[in-house]
């Protein structure tokens, strides 16, 4: 990692940085392991952070201004975070996975049609495939995806037109894609959109840009790789520390690449190499790249 091409952008010490993006002029990220969300604008010395009753894996935006987050066993409705970080758990929407006590939540977004579709993970430390995917709508509530069990579901996003729907057991080195029906919850054609050679590298967090080009976070390889739509690496980023873990573009033009990091797994000896681990990592683009995410359908705009 001798070249480092995002600089750094909010010093943080986040055990687990997740699930990154950008709303409402600001820039939105959960650390998982501390039950936290953070909300920055990119100008304050530190963020907003709001503390929350478990783990959150991920989360979205409505339409009507709340939001979904999906805690480690459940997908509940909220209030955004107040001025202080306050947030209101306003109703439990669906649980998952009860049977499963070492799975929690992990990687999620909206589809191009307003779905909310996530992943569990087994988060212990012989991880098997025993998670799955889901996509939750207010319409039809919770349906299993018709996708293999994972150990750790992960780069999940879409194509522009949401037709392709792309997703990754980060175990398998692997980056997948398939035909996406959103009404019907339904995928087919699976296949292998990348295998990630990146050394030291596996699939984390990915996005889709405004030219149907997908990002992936590899955690391990301190590395953000843009692949072109017909899965070849277009360019390869690093950054100052070993577990990239999720991008985003966002910012008032569109053109800031921002990424999450973590400090989970990481050594003495790791963290004494690389103290900036946990923290925001950015790079300005050339051009707007930022695809926005469909707010979550609640109901009328």
């Not at 098997?128 to 999940?156: C, D, F, K």
Request: glycine share 8%.
């Amino acid at each position: 990692m001798n070249t480092q091409d995002l600089s750094l952008a909010l010093q943080m010490d986040s055990t687990l940085g997740e699930g990154i993006g950008w709303f409402d002029g600001r820039w939105w990220w959960t650390d998982i392991q501390r039950k936290r969300l953070h909300v920055w604008d990119g100008v304050a010395a530190a963020p907003l952070t709001a503390h929350l009753p478990d783990r959150l894996g991920s989360f979205v935006h409505t339409r009507s201004g709340r939001m979904v987050l999906g805690l480690a066993k459940s997908i509940v409705l909220a209030t955004q975070p107040d001025a202080e970080g306050r947030i209101e758990i306003l109703q439990t929407l669906a649980e998952f996975e009860p049977e499963l006590d070492g799975n929690r939540s992990n990687d999620g977004r909206t589809d191009r049609a307003g779905n909310y579709v996530f992943g569990t993970i087994h988060d212990v430390e012989d991880k098997r495939a025993i998670a799955s995917l889901y996509q939750y709508s207010s319409r039809h509530g919770l349906r299993r995806l018709n996708l293999p069990h994972v150990a750790i579901a992960n780069s999940i996003c879409f194509s522009p037109d949401g037709r392709t729907m792309y997703f990754a057991d980060t175990l398998d080195c692997r980056i997948r894609q398939a035909d996406y029906d959103a009404e019907r919850a339904e995928l087919s054609n699976i296949r292998t959109f990348v295998e990630v050679t990146t050394p030291h590298g596996w699939p984390d967090g990915a996005v889709i840009d405004r030219q149907g080009c997908l990002w992936n976070a590899q955690w391990g390889a301190g590395a953000v790789v843009q692949y072109s739509p017909e899965g070849q690496v277009m360019r390869t980023l690093h950054l100052a520390g070993p577990h990239s873990s999720c991008p985003a573009f966002g910012g008032a033009n569109g053109d800031q690449l921002m990424v999450t990091t973590a400090r989970q797994e990481l050594s003495e000896a790791d963290l004494a190499a690389w103290p900036l681990s946990g923290s925001l990592f950015t790079l300005q683009m050339d051009e707007p790249l930022s695809l926005p995410d469909v707010l979550f359908d609640d109901g009328p705009l």
